[in-house]
């Protein structure tokens, strides 16, 4: 105690941020966590790395704001740098919105490249995306939607709506954790076109139509089964 006094050295604390957040969840934790000081703005959306950040007592919440920019700007150029060829995506910053997409889309870090991979496939065939991740981004208007999706959330025009448009929405939608980032770079290699869930806490996926189909009717019959034991 008396080497820690004489050499002032101060309590290293940390904060996670987890994968996934969108900027309004950054900024509320930035401002809940008790010891840091100032103000902070909403950051730019996907700006920040999903990452345990060290700071010390009275450290500028802004501050470690921008040290967390930092580490997205730095992690994203280091990861386009080694992307796989022939991907269908032009800038880094594409590769920051699916990778926000696909962060939403899966908590199994084994899904990842493969959902990525079927997003990529049918942006090369120019099909929409239909991600609900997405949609709930754009009836949330940036937030975290407490709802389930509606139909009329599905059919609503929106530039995040990736039921009504094709491409790409304008932004990312989350923080993408670097697994995330390096799914939609590195994904793959298969010719899947749509996923749904299981039931089991992950997705099945479809080359075709018909096949998704199926994987669909499952899981709704998994859906009608948990709706009735609920009501018993």
Same mark, same amino acid.
């Given at each position: 105690?008396?080497?820690?006094?004489?050499?002032?050295?101060?309590?290293?604390?940390?904060?996670?941020?987890?994968?996934?957040?969108? &900027?309004?969840?950054?900024?509320?934790?930035?401002?809940?966590?008790?010891?840091?000081?100032?103000?902070?703005?909403?950051?730019?959306?996907?700006?920040?790395?999903?990452?345990? !950040?060290?700071?010390?007592?009275?450290?500028?919440?802004?501050?470690?704001?921008?040290? &967390?920019?930092?580490?997205?700007?730095?992690?994203?150029?280091?990861?386009?740098?080694?992307? &796989?060829?022939?991907?269908?995506?032009?800038?880094?910053?594409?590769?920051?919105?699916?990778?926000?997409?696909?962060?939403?889309?899966?908590?199994?870090?084994?899904?990842?490249?493969?959902?990525?991979?079927?997003?990529?496939?049918?942006?090369?065939?120019?099909?929409?995306?239909?991600?609900?991740?997405?949609?709930? !981004?754009?009836?949330?208007?940036?937030?975290?939607?407490?709802?389930?999706?509606?139909?009329?959330?599905?059919?609503?025009?929106?530039?995040?709506?990736?039921?009504?448009?094709?491409?790409?929405?304008?932004?990312?939608?989350?923080?993408?954790?670097?697994?995330?980032?390096?799914?939609?770079?590195?994904?793959?290699?298969?010719?899947?076109?749509?996923?749904?869930?299981?039931?089991?806490?992950?997705?099945?996926?479809?080359?075709?139509?018909?096949?998704?189909?199926?994987?669909?009717?499952?899981?709704?019959?998994?859906?009608?089964?948990?709706?009735?034991?609920?009501?018993?």
């Amino acid at each position: 105690m008396l080497a820690i006094l004489r050499e002032g050295r101060p309590v290293q604390r940390r904060l996670t941020i987890p994968e996934g957040l969108t &900027a309004r969840q950054v900024a509320s934790l930035l401002r809940g966590t008790e010891g840091l000081t100032g103000e902070v703005p909403v950051p730019e959306e996907g700006s920040i790395l999903p990452e345990t !950040y060290a700071w010390e007592w009275g450290f500028d919440r802004a501050a470690l704001l921008r040290r &967390a920019q930092a580490a997205m700007a730095r992690t994203l150029a280091e990861i386009w740098a080694e992307r &796989a060829e022939g991907l269908p995506l032009a800038t880094p910053r594409e590769a920051l919105v699916l990778a926000s997409i696909v962060e939403r889309e899966t908590a199994l870090p084994e899904e990842r490249p493969r959902i990525a991979a079927v997003f990529l496939n049918r942006l090369r065939r120019g099909m929409p995306l239909q991600s609900d991740p997405t949609v709930a !981004y754009a009836a949330a208007e940036g937030g975290a939607l407490e709802r389930p999706l509606t139909r009329a959330d599905l059919d609503r025009d929106h530039p995040f709506n990736t039921y009504r448009i094709r491409g790409l929405p304008p932004a990312p939608i989350a923080a993408p954790g670097v697994a995330a980032l390096r799914a939609v770079t590195r994904p793959a290699q298969t010719d899947d076109l749509y996923f749904v869930a299981n039931g089991e806490g992950g997705h099945a996926f479809a080359r075709t139509l018909e096949e998704h189909n199926r994987n669909v009717a499952r899981w709704r019959e998994i859906e009608r089964r948990r709706a009735d034991s609920a009501q018993r």
